[in-house]
């Protein structure tokens, strides 16, 4: 059982690069989210999924722009990556169905990005 | 909008008790969670909150008073693995992390 996995989990480019972060979970959640985390600021919400072809943004959504075609996959890509962007990204997925601790997410390992 | 406080730092002696405290302003509120975070891991589920009152599980323990917009995690007989950091995080529509507590534990 797999659950939620990333990839890379480690990236480093160049500013002005593209750059896509993968994440796949096996569960079939229904919703799936992109954080970032910096110190001092702890996680922050970029996008949200609640379902296949269904995404939102989050608190900071400027630069990065999300798709899902498949429950099971939700890609980050950094259009153009600025050296503000270097942080850990935690993909995350939960089965929310507004009901109680089912709001629980569950993270994947994350990818350490570092943009030059 | 959301604004979740919690303190920074905290050290405490091993088989201690340490109480990290949450407060929260939020839009909305449909529960609290606590993750704990390893220092490059990724954060784990540790308890969740929807109703007043204090909710256990083995050594540790987690408050809510919703009224009062506060909450607090209790860390019993703590362990040099309890050093982490620990994520207060509040449910609206979505989950909204306060900027963590890093707890050092000292042998």
């Known amino acids: 059982d797999a659950g939620i996995t990333q990839s890379p989990r480690y990236k480093i480019t160049e500013t002005g690069r593209q750059v896509t972060l993968m994440c796949h979970q096996t569960?079939?959640?229904?919703?799936m989210f992109w954080y970032r985390q910096d110190l001092g600021h702890g996680l922050r919400l970029i996008y949200y999924?609640?379902?296949?072809?269904?995404?939102d943004k989050g608190e900071v959504p400027d630069g990065y722009v999300v798709s899902r075609s498949k429950t099971e996959n939700f890609p980050l890509t950094l259009e153009s990556a600025t050296r503000s962007q270097t942080s850990v990204y935690f993909c995350?997925?939960?089965?929310?169905?507004?009901?109680?601790?089912?709001?629980?997410?569950?993270f994947g390992p994350g990818t350490r990005l570092t943009v030059t | 909008g959301q604004n979740i406080d919690q303190p920074t730092e905290m050290t405490a002696t091993e088989g201690a008790i340490v109480q990290i405290n949450c407060t929260y302003q939020t839009s909305g509120f449909n529960g609290l969670f606590w993750y704990q975070q390893h220092a490059g891991e990724a954060p784990t589920f540790l308890s969740y909150n929807v109703l007043d009152g204090l909710e256990e599980k083995g050594r540790f323990s987690s408050f809510l008073s919703r009224s009062k917009g506060y909450s607090y995690l209790l860390l019993k007989e703590l362990q040099m693995k309890d050093s982490a950091s620990y994520l207060c995080?509040?449910?609206?529509?979505?989950?909204?992390f306060g900027a963590g507590t890093t707890v050092t534990v000292r042998a």
């Open positions: 569960w079939s959640h229904s919703y």
């Open positions: 995080a509040v449910v609206d529509y979505k989950l909204s």
């Open positions: 995350a997925s939960s089965d929310t169905s507004g009901l109680g601790s089912s709001y629980e997410q569950y």
């Open positions: 999924s609640a379902a296949a072809d269904i995404t």
